[in-house]
């Protein structure tokens, strides 16, 4: 990040010219995942003063904890989350002590948030997918199957008998290309079937994917009996391995209450 | 497909349940690929009698080759596209000599749709990625890299720079999940690194994607350079693997004109 100081000033320059006080918060590099400045980093204390020099306000510093979705114990995600916050708040002090001013710090990254022993120093916790839960988050141990509250519908309409396959109308345009299980210790191929009514159907998967297609089978051997298990007509519901990617490929949310009335959430584009 | 004439009872009991002529397509299998009844199985006439007996209407006949996008040759594609089409034809062929009226041939795929020598017998063209192309249809040699009019304009707004990485503000999220690329003859990754006028910029690749931000880096041995070849700021249009895909995550298409007008053009959800 040799270029932040002059980002920095670009910054500082832009708003001075437009008459305008900017408030920037620097992202802390808590993990090397991505991105950021590491919080011992001199370059953060020269970042900040470019920016209070130059006429800005520094708000404060974020972090999200990337790494975290690389583990499955509880554990190692303490580590995680640990070090995710005392990093930011490390940041925190060390602007501070500069006589910068550094009001908020905020974390990120749900399998943090969640096993966090404590959020000393902390102003803000941001977690996404935290709302809905998914496959990918259960094989990092941070939901249980029943916690999972998005799911998509659909209809079986073919079969492939011979091969063990169930067809239904929803392929990857319905729950995204997203494969995030595929390298972790259980591969749900593009998501876990279940009963309309919410029941995990033992193994089947969604083992394979068309635009418009998707394939239901059962992991390892295949289901000779599956014309009569999942008839056409059978409706099923998908679990996502990535909830954030397969909501992303629907216009809105029907929410259903627990009186089982149904409600339309619009959900909104882009990031 | 052993349930395909009970599934065609079903259909013609409920539209005579609801005095509904309801007008039917047959899918046909002509690879082996995914669904729908091979041309020469007694399956196909079967189905065909009892829409008939039932009072529908057999409209038609359609197939998709999905399995031209293994092939990167044009004799593959010559010999994958005749296939479906006779395939289909055959179908037809075979339906009219039994007395069922089958009007429409329709076949897909933008491979086959290219590659075709002649449509003898075919109604109609169903090809989708066609009118935009993308990387995973230039690996398989349809298209041209110039012939591809789907980008994603992004900003730099970092860098890694002993990485040999810029961070840009487009992730997944803007170019999808789709890495249709990873197992054809060049893997380009999230996608192939332009200039903002389109210019392909070498072999520079999104690498990496995480929902908002992507990981733009040279194939090969890491471009030390990178801070100054792709300062913060700077605009780069990135080409997608699979157009639909890419498409998909965005709610509508900016459509720039030869003489550089832009029109916003609305795209539809679903499938």
Redesign the interface.
Known sequence: ????V??AE?IAAFGREHGEVFEVWIEVDVDGH??GIAPEDDLLIAVGKVLQAGGMHVGGVLAHA?SSYEYDTHEALVRVAEQERSGCVRAADRLRREDVPCEVVSIGSTPTSLAAEHLEGVTEVRA?VYVMFDLVMHNVGVNGMSDIALSVLTTVI????EKGWA?VDA????M????GTQRQKRDFGYGLVCSENGEVRGDYVMSGA????G?ISRTGEPDREI?RRF???TRLRILPNHA??TG????VYQALAGDGTVETWPRF???
């Open positions: 990040m040799a270029d932040s002059a980002c670009a991505r991105s990337g996404g073919g079969h492939q008998e067809i392929g990857w345009m319905a995204s290309r997203d494969r068309n635009q418009e297609h394939i014309v008839p056409i007509g954030c990617a992303a490929q629907h216009p584009y882009g990031w």
